[in-house]
């Protein structure tokens, strides 16, 4: 689009279904490679990702072309069926439905880098709905608490 110019990043947080615990250690990182093919191959950017075992976080740069939930559509759906032809976890993975989409300010981004950078440090602390909740509240998103997540205690 001439003379359209933006500067948007969202911050992507979405868990794996039934929230188990089944993003191992030792295949992570190439999971995280594959997902920034996949938002690469749409022509968007990666700035951080991170996560635990049984969720993720994407800090993304994204052009107006593209919606955020066409993006992490993508996204669940590609490196869902990568996962499951790898056979990395017995059984089938999925992505849970629904996703936090955050957006964040340029001056900010260090600070959300590290942030993503630093999930398994950061939860020895606080329990993924912890989080999530404090990011919803954050940045002030009216929530109905039997909507969130399945939470597996």
Request: hydrophobic share 35%; glycine share 6%.
């Amino acid at each position: 689009m001439a003379n359209t110019f933006t500067q948007i990043y969202i911050h992507l947080v979405f868990s794996v279904k039934g929230r188990q615990n089944l993003i191992q250690k030792n295949w992570k990182e190439e999971l995280h490679k594959y997902i920034c093919g996949v938002v690469n191959g749409k022509s968007q950017k990666v700035y951080a990702i991170g996560g635990v075992a049984d969720h993720i976080h994407i800090l993304v740069s994204i052009k107006p072309e593209i919606s955020i939930s066409e993006l992490v559509r993508d996204i669940k759906a590609n490196s869902s069926k990568w996962v499951n032809e790898k056979r990395l976890v017995s059984g089938k993975f999925n992505w849970q439905e629904g996703y936090g989409a955050f957006s964040h300010t340029h001056s900010l981004l260090d600070t959300v880098i590290a942030y993503i950078n630093n999930q398994e440090e950061h939860h020895k602390k606080k329990s993924f709905k912890e989080e999530y909740i404090e990011l919803l509240q954050k940045f002030n998103i009216e929530y109905d608490e039997k909507y969130l997540f399945e939470w597996i205690e």
